[in-house]
């Protein structure tokens, strides 16, 4: 079973940055596609941004030039580098894995961006 676990989470002020970073269990993390998505309370989960096992990345349109997804496979991480916080972007970042039609979900951690 694959477990993700989050960290980086906290508290900032707007304008400041934040890393995240999600850690994997197990041999399958080189082979999957990673994702940060976010809830805000209220609202629906989205995707913030992806990384393929090739390394391409997709981003959310009002993150574009403010955040970097990153892998390190040899550390069964995926990072999200968030600069320029914006207040609007306060919520529960969570990291998803996904390979051969399979899915897994980190708990999440807080972002609270304070104006």
């Known amino acids: 079973q694959v477990q993700l676990v989050e960290s980086g989470g906290g508290l900032v002020q707007a304008g400041g940055s934040l890393r995240l970073s999600c850690v994997a269990s197990?041999?399958?993390?080189?082979?999957?596609?990673m994702g940060w998505y976010r809830q805000a309370p209220g609202l629906e989960r989205e995707l913030v941004a992806g990384i393929t096992r090739g390394a391409t990345t997709n981003y959310a349109d009002s993150v574009k030039g403010r955040f970097t997804i990153s892998r390190d496979n040899a550390k069964n991480t995926v990072y999200l580098q968030m600069n320029s916080l914006k207040p609007g972007e306060t919520a529960v970042y969570y990291c998803r894995m996904y390979y051969w039609g399979r899915e897994y979900w980190g708990k999440g951690t807080q972002v609270t961006v304070s104006s």
């Open positions: 197990g041999s399958t993390f080189s082979i999957s596609s």
